[in-house]
């Protein structure tokens, strides 16, 4: 029961992290959310330290996941296609981490450290995959192009959602990701190969770009 309730904190926690932004979420909001006494949440996570820690490494374990080294020896754009859902995935079930980032990096300094580590991560995967695209003739990007547009990649995957807030824009989750997949295409587009052109065609459409 007591693990039972741990969980629901946490799911609790990162929903309303998730929708209204942790700065803007009190242990209160997530006592009541979780229909429990503020005391019974301080017996599971005495501060609300605690809990951006736990979502933190809860985040880092799925993350590593996502940026496992893909086999560029047989790159295929599929590959990278289910490699950007999954990232995509990631990055909008903790969407309080990127959009709070300035905040969350002031109080908490070890979630400075992890989002530095995954940010050089996510390029240093782009780059793989477009080299292994490049190889398998599915894009025209030299090694150093390589280098250059994945950067341009993670760009795109992290501060979206930023640009849309600078904006006056406000997607929806679903919408957010949407556009990223779309962006992220259409950098891709124009190095498509001639082989490989109708199959990124097929995969922009998908996102009703």
């Given amino acids: 029961m007591s693990r039972n309730t ?4 946490l ?15 009190t242990t209160n909001d ?25 979502l933190l490494a809860e985040f880092q374990a799925d993350a590593a996941r996502v940026l496992a080294p893909p ?24 969407r309080f981490l990127f959009r709070d980032l300035e ?18 991560g996510l390029m240093a995967v782009f780059e793989l995959h477009l080299r292994g695209l490049a190889r398998s003739g599915a894009l025209r990007l030299s090694d150093a192009d390589a280098g250059r547009v994945s950067r341009n990649l993670a760009v795109i995957a ?8 600078l904006s006056g824009n406000a997607p ?3 919408e957010s990701a949407v556009q990223v997949a779309s962006s992220i295409l259409q950098v891709l587009k124009p190095h498509a190969t001639t082989a490989a052109t109708e199959h990124m065609r097929e ?3 998908h996102y009703g770009a």
């Avoid at 990162?14 to 979420?25: A, C, D, H, K, Y």
């Avoid at 503020?38 to 609300?48: D, I, Q």
């Avoid at 790159?75 to 990631?90: G, K, M, P, S, Y």
């Avoid at 905040?103 to 995954?118: C, D, G």
């Fill in 6 to 9: 741990r969980n629901r904190i």
């Fill in 11 to 25: 799911v609790a926690s990162l929903l309303l992290f998730n929708r209204q932004g942790e700065p803007n979420t």
């Fill in 30 to 54: 997530i006592a009541d959310e979780v229909d429990i006494s503020p005391g019974n949440l301080h017996y599971h996570f005495n501060r609300k330290a605690d809990l951006v820690a736990a």
């Fill in 71 to 94: 086999d560029i020896t047989h790159a295929t754009l599929d590959d990278f296609w289910v490699f950007l859902h999954n990232l995509l995935e990631c990055t909008a079930g903790y």
């Fill in 103 to 120: 905040a969350l990096t002031s109080e908490y300094p070890p979630v400075s450290r992890a989002m530095r580590h995954f940010a050089r």
């Fill in 158 to 165: 992290l501060f979206s959602e930023r640009l849309d807030q």
């Fill in 172 to 174: 929806t989750e679903d």
């Fill in 203 to 205: 995969l922009v459409s």
